[in-house]
């Protein structure tokens, strides 16, 4: 078992910064992917981005050049540094945990919420 304990989540005005955190913990040497998903009322939970325990990373296209994700695995956290926000990318942020055998975890979510 994995658990997770988001960080960060808040209100900032469009053009602002926020800055995500997931700290896991649990069976942590099974962790293959981090990363982090939003999801919005009515609508489908839809990836933002991922990290490897390879450093490889994944982005969606509507974040990318704004959005960087970051982890340590000596401390089993993800952080998402969130720039340049936008009222779109308002949302709540679950954070997202997969094993090497697949099995996927998720966080509490975390409300963002942009203004213009």
């Known amino acids: 078992q994995v658990q997770?304990?988001?960080?960060?989540?808040?209100?900032?005005?469009a053009g602002g910064s926020l800055r995500l955190?997931?700290?896991?913990?649990?069976t942590t040497l099974s962790i293959d992917t981090?990363?982090?998903y939003r999801q919005i009322?009515?609508?489908?939970?839809?990836l933002v981005a991922t990290v490897t325990s390879g450093s490889s990373t994944n982005y969606a296209d509507s974040v990318k050049g704004r959005f960087t994700i970051s982890r340590d695995n000596a401390k089993n956290t993800v952080d998402l540094q969130m720039n340049s926000l936008k009222p779109e990318?308002?949302?709540?942020?679950?954070?997202?945990?997969?094993?090497?055998?697949w099995r996927v975890y998720w966080g509490q979510g975390t409300q963002v919420t942009v203004s213009s």
Not at 6 to 13: A, K, Y
Not at 21 to 26: H, R
Request: glycine share 16%; net charge positive; with cysteine.
């Open 4 to 13: 997770m304990v988001e960080s960060g989540g808040g209100l900032v005005q």
């Open 41 to 46: 009322p009515g609508k489908q939970r839809e």
């Open 34 to 36: 981090m990363g982090w």
């Open 21 to 26: 955190s997931c700290a896991a913990s649990g």
């Open 89 to 101: 990318d308002t949302a709540v942020y679950y954070c997202y945990v997969r094993t090497i055998r």
